[in-house]
């Protein structure tokens, strides 16, 4: 396993690890042994960042991660969660400094740990982002002071946004998804700033939450239907050469030296265990020629994501 440097927090982080949205059961339903097998089997296997949120399973999540990580070294594994999102609906979100303040001992004590490594604020898009920049991440600081997390960090979807909050008040982190991956190369405008600023790098979901899967994606996608088709002609494209469009998907985005680390999700042992596998294995460069000319057309390619007068905002 390779360990990259996540910005200037010192952390060194493997460059595949692990985002427990699955053990949530937010792709299907799971098992919850199985899922503990996949966080011990990953950490044996050099994994040591775990992602994960009390949004994901409405919690579930946290609590099966909890349970897995009972009895493990807290040195041996680097924990992030967030603070913010708590459903689906507009409503559901809440980065008020009193929500974000509880909302941090709750995760706390589902995990079953004194600190997190680092605390996100959850999808900012969805938020004001004068709160964002107010009174969220001040509350944060004022956690990190108390010692119950290290560092503080933003997750969404619009590259803009993280940048626009970046801009404006210190932070440790960003986590951004879909915006690496075979399909959608976007992050990259990005990383020149974030290494200017000492802000580390975290990019999740390099099978676009199921989009370069032969499984493909689940009901509640929101990629557009034409997307989800020409996926689809890739995975089968790959099928048909006998390989696999994840792990061409998995290996594509940890090449990248400037994202310190890739989070991939799944409950399934054996999927994990694939996929740190195949990141010690050589690209088949003939093949990711191939399979980029079939998904050209939708290059960078995205959906909206957030309050509408959040995505607005230029870079
Ligand atoms: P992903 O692209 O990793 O896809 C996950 C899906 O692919 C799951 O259905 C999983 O079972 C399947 N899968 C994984 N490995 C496989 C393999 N070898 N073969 C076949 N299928 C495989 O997307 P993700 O789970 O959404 O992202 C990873 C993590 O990143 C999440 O768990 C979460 O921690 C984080 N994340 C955060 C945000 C945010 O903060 N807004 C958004 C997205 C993801």
Redesign the pocket.
Do not use: C, I, W
């Given at each position: 396993m390779e360990y990259r440097i996540l910005g200037n927090t010192s952390l060194r982080v493997s460059a595949l690890s692990f985002?427990?949205?699955?053990l949530g059961g937010v792709?299907r339903d799971v098992n919850q042994a199985d899922a503990i097998r996949a966080v011990h089997l990953s950490l044996d296997l050099g994994i040591n960042f775990i992602?994960?949120?009390p949004f994901y399973g409405l919690t579930k999540a946290e609590t099966v991660l909890g349970k897995a990580l009972a009895g493990v070294r807290r040195d041996r594994y680097i924990l992030a969660t967030?603070v913010g999102r708590y459903g689906d609906q507009i409503g559901d979100f809440d980065f008020s400094a009193n929500r974000v303040t509880v909302s941090v001992d709750e995760s706390l004590a589902r995990l079953g740990v004194d600190y997190v490594d680092i605390i996100q604020a959850?999808?900012i898009e969805f938020g004001d982002l004068r709160q964002v920049i107010d009174q969220t991440v001040p509350a944060l600081r004022r956690l990190q002071q108390a010692g119950k997390v290290r560092f503080v960090g933003i997750?969404?979807l619009p590259l803009s946004v993280l940048q626009y909050v970046a801009e404006r008040v210190p932070i440790d982190t960003i986590?951004s998804?879909c915006h690496y991956e075979l399909n959608d190369t976007s992050l990259e405008s990005l990383t020149p700033y974030l290494k200017d600023k000492g802000i580390g790098v975290i990019s999740?979901?390099?099978?676009?939450?199921?989009l370069l899967?032969?499984?493909g994606t689940p009901p509640w996608h929101p990629a557009p239907s034409n997307m989800k088709e020409i996926c689809a002609r890739a995975a089968a494209h790959c099928r048909d050469r006998g390989a696999d469009l994840?792990k061409l998907a998995i290996q594509f985005a940890v090449a990248n030296p400037d994202i310190a680390t890739t989070?991939?999700?799944?409950a399934?042992p054996a999927?994990m265990e694939?996929?740190i596998r195949w990141i010690g294995e050589p690209i088949d460069r003939a093949l990711l020629a191939e399979v980029l000319q079939i998904l050209r057309p939708i290059h960078n390619v995205t959906w909206p994501s957030g309050r509408p007068e959040n995505n607005l905002h230029p870079a």
């Open positions: 985002g427990a949205s699955s792709f992602d994960v949120s967030k959850h999808d997750t969404g986590l998804y999740a979901s390099p099978l676009g939450m199921g899967s032969t499984r994840e989070l991939v999700g799944s399934n999927n694939r996929n």
